[in-house]
C-alpha cells in the first residue's frame, strides 16, 4: 500500500442528511427528503482528493452493518481504504437542513467503542503505512475507548517516517494532537477559540492566535469562519479569503474540502495567496451542495478567481 496522501477516519459515520421546511421545535417535522453519505472528516477529504485526481487511500476503524455501508461506498468511489473491525456499530449522524433558514444542524453520536487490541493493531499497520505516504491527514472526534492523545502518538510516527501531517480535530484530541507538531491544521473560529479559551473578533487577534501556532513549528493555520470565509497563515504570511456568495444547501464537509484543497496545493507547490484562493473556492462549493457531497476539481477550478483575497 503506497499511496501519497492517507487519510485517517478514527470515528467513521453513515451521515443521513433529512430535509424539512422548517423546524417546529416540540411538534412533528415532516421529512422532504433524505440520503446518506459515507461521512467522517478524513474519509469526507479522501473523497474530495480522489475528485482532484490526487493517489489517495482512506483508513481508519470501523464497526457493524453501517461501517460496511460506509465502505462499500468508499469502494464505489474507487478509494482504497483499510479499516480495522473493531465490536459494535458505525454511528448514525443526523443532519438537518431547514429550507427556510437554509441552515444545517448537526446531532453526531459517539461512536463504537473501540478495544485496545483493535487500536494497536491499527496503530502497527499506519506506522508501515505512513512510510510510503507523503502527507497525512488526520480528522475528527476520537470514539469512545481511543485516548485523547492519539493524534499526538500518530503525528509522531508521521513526523518520524518524514510525511507531512494535517490535523482537522477538536477539542483535547486537538490540543495533545498540536504537541507533536503538525504540518498544517485547519480549525474553525469555534475550535481555535476553544483551544486558547478566548474570544476572537476581529481577523488581526485570529492572526495573532495562529501565529502563537505558527511560532512552535506548524507551518499553516487555515482559520475556517463559516459564511464569512478563512484566513491562512503561515509564519511569514496572513491572507483573508472571503468566498462568493451561494445558497448553502449543507455546509456539511466543507470544512473537510478546504483540508483537501490544502493537500492539493502542498502536492502542486502552490504559494499561499493561491492556497487560500482554493480552499475557499473548495469549501463554499461543497457548502452549495446537498448532504455530505463534495466539490469536484473543475467546480473548484472555476471557482477560484471568484474568491476575494486580501493580505492582513
Ligand atoms: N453559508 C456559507 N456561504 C458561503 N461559504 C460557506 C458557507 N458556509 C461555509 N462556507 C465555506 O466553507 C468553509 C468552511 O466552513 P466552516 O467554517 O463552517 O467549516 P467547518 O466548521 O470545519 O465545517 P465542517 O466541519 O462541517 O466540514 C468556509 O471557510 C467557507 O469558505
Ligand atoms: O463527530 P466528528 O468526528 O467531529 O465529526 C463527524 C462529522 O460531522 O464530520 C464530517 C463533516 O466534517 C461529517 O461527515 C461527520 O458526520
Redesign the pocket.
Known amino acids: 500500500m503506497s499511496s501519497k496522501v492517507l487519510t485517517i477516519t478514527l470515528n467513521p459515520a453513515l451521515d443521513k442528511t433529512v430535509t424539512i421546511e422548517e423546524f417546529v421545535s416540540g411538534g412533528l417535522n415532516r421529512i422532504k427528503a433524505w440520503r446518506t453519505d459515507a461521512g467522517g ?1 478524513g474519509i ?1 477529504v479522501a473523497k474530495a482528493l480522489k475528485h482532484f485526481v490526487v493517489d489517495v487511500a482512506s483508513w481508519g476503524l470501523t464497526a457493524g452493518h453501517q461501517g460496511k455501508i460506509v465502505t462499500e461506498q468508499l469502494t464505489g468511489l474507487g478509494i482504497p481504504g483499510f479499516f480495522i473491525e473493531t465490536e459494535g456499530e458505525t454511528r448514525t449522524n443526523l443532519k438537518v437542513y431547514v429550507e427556510c433558514t ?1 441552515e ?1 444542524t ?1 446531532l453526531n453520536e459517539a461512536g463504537f467503542t473501540v478495544s485496545r487490541k483493535a487500536l494497536h493493531e491499527f496503530i502497527e499497520r499506519y506506522t508501515d503505512a505512513v512510510r510510503n505516504a507523503s502527507i497525512v491527514v488526520l480528522g475528527g472526534s476520537l470514539p469512545p475507548g481511543v485516548p485523547d492523545d492519539t493524534y499526538n502518538t500518530l503525528i509522531e510516527i508521521a513526523n518520524r517516517a518524514g510525511a507531512r501531517t494535517v490535523l ?1 480535530a477538536d477539542g483535547e484530541p486537538f490540543r495533545h494532537g498540536i504537541e507533536a507538531v503538525p504540518y498544517a491544521i ?6 481555535l477559540e476553544a483551544l486558547f479559551n478566548e474570544t476572537f473578533q476581529t481577523d488581526a487577534e485570529i492572526v495573532s492566535a495562529a501565529r502563537r501556532l505558527t511560532g512552535k513549528g506548524i507551518a499553516y493555520v487555515s ?8 484566513i491562512l497563515v503561515s509564519e511569514t504570511e496572513a491572507v483573508r ?1 472571503k ?4 445558497v ?1 444547501l449543507s ?8 483540508v483537501a484543497a490544502l493537500v492539493y496545493c502542498l502536492l502542486e507547490g502552490k504559494p499561499l495567496v493561491e492556497m487560500a484562493r482554493w ?6 462549493v ?3 451542495k446537498p448532504g455530505t457531497e463534495v466539490c469536484t476539481l473543475a467546480e473548484v477550478e472555476e471557482k477560484v478567481s471568484k ?1 476575494t483575497i486580501w493580505p492582513l
Open positions: 472528516k469526507n437554509q444545517t448537526e482537522d485547519k480549525p474553525n473560529i469555534h475550535e482559520v475556517s469562519l463559516g459564511a464569512e470565509g478563512s479569503a468566498p462568493f456568495p451561494i448553502p455546509t456539511v464537509g466543507a470544512g473537510d474540502s478546504m480552499t475557499s473556492a473548495a469549501g463554499t461543497t457548502a452549495s474568491v
